[in-house]
Every structure is written in structure tokens, then in C-alpha cells.
């Protein structure tokens, strides 16, 4: 079957696909895991939909042309329909609920997670396949409704394993701008988006450069002048009260609102906006969901074209230290919002839905570089050493012993010599390896390394002597004693780590 | 946003893609947690790859043209690279194993589940995507490493909720019959396949029909004449001989080789594929792998071309009822083997490997058919009634006193009356709706509707007088004993189901 070797395929994934293995993926796991356990005690139902939907349930217009357009991974079916990878988990979502809208509990809550696609260019840490974990209710328009998706993506984040105040949820409302514009006499596509741009360089630009923005223009130090958005003065000083209001953070959620009311200059679309916020704010206040785990910051504009009412933000105020050792903030690890015309779309009746998403691997990663990662994942098993195919039976036993005694155990199963093994389990990161060979078998003993102990010695991270004395390298134990001797060592690495 | 009636597009999933929903894929998602931990414990580390790989990865070669082949979903990147979407694990771990074999621990055990997507003719109970859960040792030629892989997938399959006697592993070697044609003159590829189609009939035509197909040829009772292989006559008493220590079921393994070894005429290859047998029937026994639980049935024949040595069969014994009525057999849920030459595809050198693979949803819904489903899995939330927008307090704080106590509950966020909301409630499968009305919040007092009670009552599972005493339909308690009034009633559910 060997092949010449210009024949031979190359063994390489494809470009913006990674493997996950080990630490990384039981953690991701762990953290999906618990925090399902959150969305069903609230509620949620679990989803999964396929990978593929049709091109035209996602939104997406298809030319008629050999090429896909950019965005989705998408292929022609054998009936030339055209159907793509799913690039996130709330278009299949509304393709689900207006087809069985009839036979579903309404309001219909759901939590979904899994890879989505998006076929974009790759790059260093920038995947075309990643893990998402969305919760959804679709067919209440209750400001109740928010509230809960809000409430219950805090309780998840913090099953998750971040503590309270290392993470921010941010709501606004879409109506707020759309209002404010509406008021204001801005109707341009282009002035609003422009003045939309110009607010999300509050952080970097300050007020002074987004006042110039919203007005003529801006001359930067590199000397490139960048054309201003052009809105009217009331509109800018209104602008100019949200940044002051989302900017301050000893605010309450009902002072933030008093703010924006007081700005005034929202019209009728921006005042329903507020009344929206308001209920929301009453129903997280009654739900004990504290005022610094979510706030309003009417700067929140969500990218995406869909949403029609309140949007979220979910922040990570947890710092990190990144490879050449600066402190980074993550900033946003997801987000959500209001869609009430999303499943309209296939219907043509309006059926109103709000909803949460994050990003599995980016809340992970976080998760690991802040040091809150789930270290006891990471254990290999124990490794039972082979000498003999004599002494098989003696090898089998003892793996079997440690696993009914539910400590994962292997038996190693290659053909080198007992060195190699024990850089084996080392790789393996085995907490300990356990020696039958003749003698001990003779002898009706076990000989087992302390692998961690061992690691810790040779890294000189303790020369204390007593510590030595009640964690030697290696110990000899009667073998009935063996999964007694193994838990201890086990249990000792998993309290020190 | 909503647009013409012409214009929108149909909500559907595409052909041959499901959606799951709740009971069934919890019941699925249980299944795998189980089983996973199960592989863990032996030291299979969890391996997930992208669900592309390169067509070339594959091994499947497609025509430079704008139909990629079938069998998979293929598509074309924008560096013109065909990419596929995976149609099976092992492939991907192929690759895997190819591209990082100098980092790897060595041997390399892992398992690895999630879909994998066939390009084939949708049909009823027949999808384009399925879950798929492997466990794979790359790089030990050992015969203990076929026998690990069968014995953990018993211990998987029983934590998966089979009992003992409810599954067989069916064990043989693909060099058998290499062995027997070599050492018989039986070398045409065509003459070799026709032998292997006829053994595959022998549950259906016995041994009379299938020595005719053996030989010149069959007329079966339509009139239609089959021609067959003509395989030399020592050839077909071997092939008797196998037949019939595979159709007593009172053998056990060793007594099975010795039938084999008794019947001759399997060359110098098949010999060797016996000792193999032999050493894995010998680990299988110092593992205390039962007789009943994996036998070895020379007739398995394996449709993969890859397998070059031991291969399994995993067939579930239990029965179920069909749609109909008919008592069925679930037959084949998985298998697998040895495959020492698919890493040797990229890297030239031979890389030995084994491993078994099986389909979730297909165990899952044999399980379920069985009725060895994981009932307790499917319960609704406990549904809290909403009355007026002035008593929300009340409810929500009923809500998260059950949610704080470990109890699925929601609050009903839809607008209708008290009646729909009980038929909510129902639809949902709660087991309790509380009702917080007006008179209960001024009395200090909450009333609890028993939902399961009231379904059993309404379809007159029970008439028993002192049952509906001690279970009536509805109750009023204090409101300090929300939390114990309702988990008494999940826990009675959950004991009566």
C-alpha cells in the first residue's frame, strides 16, 4: 500500500482548522458542560440542528455562478440547491422555529452549542471553525424575556469559572440611536453609520476626537484627515451625554437612564427605547442581579444587521498576561440581543425573540491565561510498566485494580525498554508509574515512582527534607496495598496543584 | 423587514439533516459523556479535528472539475485546494497522527466523537450526518492492543445502559482468508469478492445455498441464476468448517481456533492470523473478558478496505418492536479492526494502528426502543404561572428558590391567560406548575399543581383511592415549604417512571 513518496498526500490540515487535544479540549468540554447545566435549570431545552442549511434560510443570496459568494463554506446539492455551512447558531435557529412554530411550547426556549464555519481568511489565532453556545427564547417580547437572557448568561459565566466582578454584561437598546437620529433629522445610511463609527472610537479618540468625527471631520497626527458624519449640534451634545453616562462607572442602571432621559432629543422611537431599558432594569433588579455585574452603556452598538430592541455585551475584565508578558484585557467574549423579525423572514409574521451567544474556545482561552483553567483535567492516567509477556496477567490486573477503583490507568503497549517508558508516562503526564518485575512479583510487592514528586525534585521547586521524606521519588508497597499507595499519590497531587 | 410572499424563502432543514431536540438528545448526549468517561479512565485522551480535511487526506481522489466526487461534501478553497468534509473519524486521525508523530507519546491512544457527513442518497432513517465515537492506539503492533480496544468497548457499550448478554463483539482476521485463497490458487480479485459476498448470505441461504455459490452458481425460487466463485473444493470444506464454529454458539474462543486449525488449508498467512487470535484470546481471558461478551467468528468480514489484520463487530442482542409490532434485531451497531497501512499513506513508513468505532444515535435509539432509555433525562422545568405584572417579585422569586435548590423551573413569558399556560406547562412535560394568584400572596401560601398526577388521573392510570390521597392533583402549602413541596413531587415522578 506504501506509496512512492511523490505520490503521498501531505499529512497537514486545512488552513484556519485546528486540532484540539487534551487539556485545551476537556476544558472546553467542562465548560460547555457546566454551563448547559445552567440553561436547563433555567429552562432551556437543548437543540442541534445539522451543519448545513439551505444558502436562502441564511440569509445569504447566492449567485448563480460556479463560485459561492465569500462569507460561508458553501456547495451546490445534487437537486442544485444550494446549501451552506451554518456561520452562527441563531439563523438555523429561526429556520427551526418557523417551520414547527405549530408543535412548539411558546415561548420556545432553547440553548444550542457547536462548531459554526465562517470562510474567511485564517491567521494566527483567527479560526474558520470554532465552538459557539447560544440561549434563545423565541416568542415573548417581554422585557421579562431580556432580563432572564441576561440574568442567566451571568449565572453561566460564572459556572463557567469566572468570578464575580471579573466579567461585565453591557445593554443598550438599538432604538436609542434610531431615535435619536430619527429626531435629530439624520436619515442618511452612510451620515448614521459614519456617526456610529465615530462613537466606537470613544476609548481611543476620547470625546475631543469623536466631537470632530460626528462633526467636520478630523485631522490625525499621521496627517490623514478622515470626513466627519455632519450630524446636528443637538444630536452631538445628546452623543456627548451617553459617553459621559456610559464612562462613569459608579452609575446605577436607573441613574444611567436618568441621564440619557435628561440628554433628551431622543424622540418617540428613543423614549420607547428607554421605557424598554427600564423594565429590564426592574426585572434584574428583582432577580438580585447586582449593578455591577450588568450596567447600561448606550455606546453598545452590536454589528450585526438584525437586531431590533436590546442588545448585550459581554466583557472580561480580568487582565492577562500575554507571550511578551504585557497585560491585555480580552475585552468581549460574546453578545446578544432583540431580533423580533428574524423568523418573519420565512413567516412574514413578526415573532419576537432575544438571545445570548458566546465563544467557547475565546472564554477558555481566557479562562487559562487568567489562571482559572481546570488544572485537574489535565492528569494523564497511571502508567503500568511492561517487562515480560510472561507477566502479562500481573500487568493486567493491576490496571484493572486502579480503574474499577476509578483512577484511569494504562498499560503501555509499544516495545521499548523501561526507560523509554518512563519518558512515556513522563509525556504522558502520568502522576505515577507502577513496577511489577520479577522481583516484586516474587516478593508479592509494588514498586511505584511518584512521577510528580519526581518532577518537582528534578525542577528543584522544593529541597525541603521533609517534604522529601513524606514524598520520596519512588516507594515499595505490598501489592494488595497498590491502589491505596496510588490514590495517596494521586490525591497529594491533585491538593498541591 | 418582512418581505413578499414570493420572495421569502421556505423554512426546511436540508434533505437528510435532522434537527434533535430535548429528550432524544440528552438521552444521545449521556451516551457519550458515559462511554468517554469510560475511554478516559483507560487513557484514551480526547482528540478533536476540524470537520475538513484535504481531499487528498482522505484518500479520496477527485476529478479536476467542478462536481467533486461522491460519497463526500467537497468543496474548493480559494487556494483551489479541494477540502472535504470528514466522512468517518479515523481518516482525520490518520492525517493527525502522520503530521505530529515526533511530539506524540508513542504508542498514542485517543478517542474522539462528533459528526461525520456521507454525500448519499437521504432516505427515511438514513442522514448525510451522524455521531460517530472512536477509540484508537496508533503505533503498538501488539495483539493486547486489539484486545484493550475490544475489551474497553464491552465496558463502553455496558455504561452506555447495556446489560450483560445484551451485546457480543464478534472477533476475527482479515488474514484468514488472505491466508485460505492464497494458499488455495484463489488470486482474481472478482472470484475472491464473489466468495466473501456468498459467505455474507450464509444467515439468509445456509449452508446449501451458499456452497452452490461456492461453486458453479445458484437459481434461486424467482428463476434468477447467480454465478459463482468457483473456488477450488479444499477451499470450500475450509470455508464449511468455518461456517459452522461460527454457527455454534456454544464455543468458546480457544475452542473456535482449534475448529479452524482442525479444518487446514490456511497457509503460512493464515497461520499467522490464528497465533494472533490466539494472543488476543489470551488477553481478552487475563482481562477477564467473558466468553459470552466477545467471540470469535471467522465469517466477519469487514466492508473497509484498510484493515489489515484483527477486525470487530459489535452486535446488539437485544430485541425491540418495530413500528409494527415485529419483534426486531438492532444487529450491527459498530466494529472496527487493525489498519497498519493508512498512516503509511503520508508518511511511507509503516504505522501500526487498531481501533472501533460506533454510531450514537443508532445505539441510542436501540437503547431507547429497548426501553432502556434514560427516562430520568426528560423532564421538563417546573413552570411558574404569571397573573399580573405587578405580582412579578413574587414570581421570580419563586423561580429562583426552586433554581437555587437544583430544580429546573421557568418563569411563563408569553402573554396569554391561566388555562394556556397550564397547557404550556404541560407541553413542556413539567412535573409541577405553581400558582402564585392574588389570594395565595395575601394568605402567605402557594398552590401547587401535581402535573404528573393530573396525567395519570386524565388517562386513568390509577383509580386507587389511597393513591390519590397521598398524590392528589393539587395542593396548597405555606410558602416557606415552596421547595420541599415541589422536590417531594419531582422525586415522586422520578420514582414512579
Redesign the interface.
Known amino acids: ?3 512512492d ?1 511523490a505520490s ?8 484556519g ?6 487539556r485545551d ?2 476544558a472546553e ?1 467542562r465548560l460547555v458542560q457546566r454551563v448547559s447545566e445552567v440553561y ?4 432551556f ?10 444558502a ?2 441564511l440569509g445569504k443570496f447566492l449567485p448563480d455562478a ?1 463560485r459561492p459568494n465569500e462569507g460561508v ?3 451546490q ?3 442544485d ?1 444550494w ?1 451552506a ?1 451554518r456561520y452562527d447558531l441563531t439563523a438555523p435557529l429561526a ?2 422555529a ?3 412554530w405549530e408543535t412548539l ?3 420556545f ?2 440553548y444550542a452549542f457547536g ?1 459554526v ?1 465562517r ?1 474567511e481568511k485564517p491567521g494566527p489565532g483567527r479560526f474558520r ?1 470554532f465552538v459557539q453556545c447560544d440561549a434563545d ?1 423565541v ?4 422585557p ?2 431580556d432580563a ?1 437572557i441576561i440574568a442567566m448568561a451571568c449565572e453561566g459565566l460564572q459556572a463557567a469559572g469566572l468570578a464575580a466582578g471579573q466579567a461585565v454584561i453591557r445593554v443598550s437598546n438599538r432604538k436609542l440611536f434610531d431615535g435619536l437620529f430619527e429626531a435629530g433629522g439624520v436619515t442618511d445610511p452612510i451620515q448614521k453609520l459614519t456617526a456610529l463609527r465615530a462613537i466606537d472610537k470613544f476609548d481611543r479618540l476620547g470625546w475631543e476626537g469623536v466631537s470632530l468625527l460626528l462633526g467636520e471631520g478630523r485631522l490625525d497626527e499621521s496627517g490623514d484627515y478622515t470626513k466627519g458624519a455632519n450630524v446636528p449640534k443637538a444630536v452631538a451634545a445628546t452623543i456627548e451625554a451617553f459617553l459621559a453616562s456610559a464612562g462613569d462607572g459608579a452609575l446605577s442602571r436607573a441613574e444611567t437612564l436618568n441621564r440619557i432621559a435628561q440628554a433628551g432629543g431622543l424622540g418617540a422611537t428613543g423614549e420607547s427605547a428607554l421605557e424598554e431599558l427600564a423594565a429590564i432594569d ?2 434584574l433588579t ?3 442581579v447586582g449593578e455591577d455585574a450588568v450596567r447600561f452603556d448606550p455606546t453598545i452598538v452590536r454589528g450585526l444587521e438584525y437586531y431590533t430592541g436590546a442588545v448585550f455585551e459581554a466583557e472580561l475584565l480580568l487582565e492577562t498576561i500575554d507571550e511578551k508578558g504585557r497585560a491585555v484585557r480580552f475585552g468581549s467574549i460574546g453578545g446578544g440581543g432583540r431580533y423580533d ?1 428574524l423568523v ?7 415573532l419576537p425573540a432575544t438571545g445570548f451567544s458566546f465563544g467557547v474556545s475565546r472564554l477558555a482561552s481566557a479562562l487559562r491565561a487568567a489562571g482559572r483553567g481546570d488544572e485537574d483535567a489535565v492528569r ?2 497511571v ?1 503500568v510498566i511492561v517487562f515480560s509477556q510472561d507477566d ?2 500481573h500487568y ?2 493491576a490496571v ?1 485494580e486502579l ?1 474499577n477503583a ?6 503501555y ?3 521499548a525498554g523501561m526507560k523509554a517508558q518512563m519518558k ?1 508516562a513522563d ?2 503526564g502520568a502522576p505515577a508509574a507502577v513496577i511489577l518485575g520479577g522481583d516484586e512479583i516474587a516478593a508479592g510487592q509494588v514498586t511505584i515512582k511518584d512521577l510528580d514528586a519526581g518532577r518537582a525534585l528534578a525542577a528543584g521547586i522544593t529541597d525541603n527534607e521533609a517534604w522529601k521524606a513524606e514524598r520520596p521519588g519512588q516507594r515499595v508497597a505490598p501489592r494488595a496495598e497498590l491502589v491505596a499507595t496510588v490514590r495517596a499519590i494521586v490525591d497529594a497531587a491533585r491538593t498541591a496543584s
Open positions: 500500500m506504501t506509496e513518496a503521498r498526500p501531505e499529512a497537514r490540515a486545512p488552513r482548522f485546528a486540532d484540539r487535544r487534551g479540549l476537556v468540554r436547563e435549570r433555567w429552562g431545552e437543548p437543540l442541534d440542528t445539522g451543519a448545513f442549511e439551505y436562502d434560510a460556479d463554506f458553501a456547495l446539492d445534487d437537486d440547491q446549501m455551512l429556520r427551526f418557523a417551520q414547527g411550547p411558546k415561548p426556549r432553547r462548531p464555519w470562510n471553525e427564547t416568542g415573548s417580547d417581554r421579562e424575556a432572564e426592574r426585572a428583582a432577580m438580585r423579525d418573519a423572514r420565512f413567516t412574514g409574521e413578526r494523564g492516567p502508567v502479562m496477567q493486567l490486573d484493572s480503574r476509578g483512577i484511569a490507568a494504562e498499560l503497549l509499544g516495545r512515556y509525556r504522558r
